[in-house]
Structures are given as C-alpha cells and as structure tokens.
C-alpha cells in the first residue's frame, strides 16, 4: 500500500466536497435556464464531442486503473485515477461551454430508438448529478491512506462513474445528428 498522500481531517474534507458538489450541481442546474448568445467563429457543438471524447478516456482510465489495483500496482491506479479526476474538471469546463452557448437541442429520433435515447438519458442525467460526491470521498479516502474505507466507497463509486462516462458518448452519439 502507499502511504498516506494528505492529512486526514474528516471536518474540512466533508465540509468542501458537500459545499463543491452542491455549487456543481446548482450551475448545472442553471445551465437549462441560460443561454449566451454571442457568434464565437466555430461550431460551438465541438464542445460536445469534446465532453464525448473525454469521458470515453475516462471510461477507459477507470478501467485501466480497476485492474491496475486489483493486481497490487497502487501507485499506477492512483495516477490514473487522479488523471480521471482532472479529465472530468475539463469535462465540467467544457460542459457548461457547451450547454451556455448551444442551449439545448431536441432529440429527432423516433420509434425503439427514441426510447432507447431517453432510456439512457434518464438514466445517465440522475446518476452523473449524484456521482460527484461518491468520486470525492473515495478519492480522499484513498488520499489519506484508508484503503479499507476506499475499497468500500470505490465498490458504489465505481460502476456509477463507469456507467456515466460510457453513456455520456453514447448519448452525444444519438443527440449529434439533431445539433
């Protein structure tokens, strides 16, 4: 195991995750109620395949790094997953670029695949809103060296990050077409 990155101090670290992740949440939700309209030269869907882009590499780091600490290498997993971590800040970044300058867009599709699309969506858009937490807490644990506690969090943690990162390019995939 590796020794401890930071200091434990349960107080500080709940009282920044909650406030952070109830500010992320807020402004996403404010997302469906803002939109800029400024002429930027370029197509500002870019920002969409960019958000598809990245979680399919997080998708890919998380599970490089799943087996990266199944097989004892812990010093690989933890810099994959804070390279995860810093993937989906950019991911947050161009997010709200995206949904500040395109607003929203209507899916076209009818018929199985319609249902499919708002299947995924519905439950994609529930699951990414709860996950940043879950992300913050293991990350920390394994920060301050509670690797038990980490391993326990990490087992709800990580298929929910997984699934979001996956269905996030599969959702740009089916809603492209319509941009």
Known sequence: ??????????????????????IVFAVIVALGRVQLKVQLG????IFALVNALINAVVAVLLVIALFAAKSGR?????????????LSILFLVSYI?????AGDTKFGGTGAIRFIYYFILGTHIPLAGIILPFILFT????????????????????????????????IYLLISPYY
Do not use: C, Q
């Open 1 to 22: 195991m590796l020794p401890p990155s930071w200091t434990k101090n349960d107080k500080k670290a709940r009282l920044l995750i909650y406030t952070f992740s109830v």
């Open 42 to 45: 370029f197509d500002v869907h």
């Open 74 to 86: 812990h010093l690989l997993h933890k810099r994959l997953m804070l390279v995860a971590m810093v």
């Open 97 to 101: 670029a995206h949904h500040l300058l």
């Open 139 to 170: 990350a920390y644990r394994g920060l301050i060296g509670e690797y038990p506690r980490h391993r326990k969090i990490a087992r709800i943690t990580w298929p929910i990050w997984f699934y979001v990162a996956v269905t996030g390019p599969i």
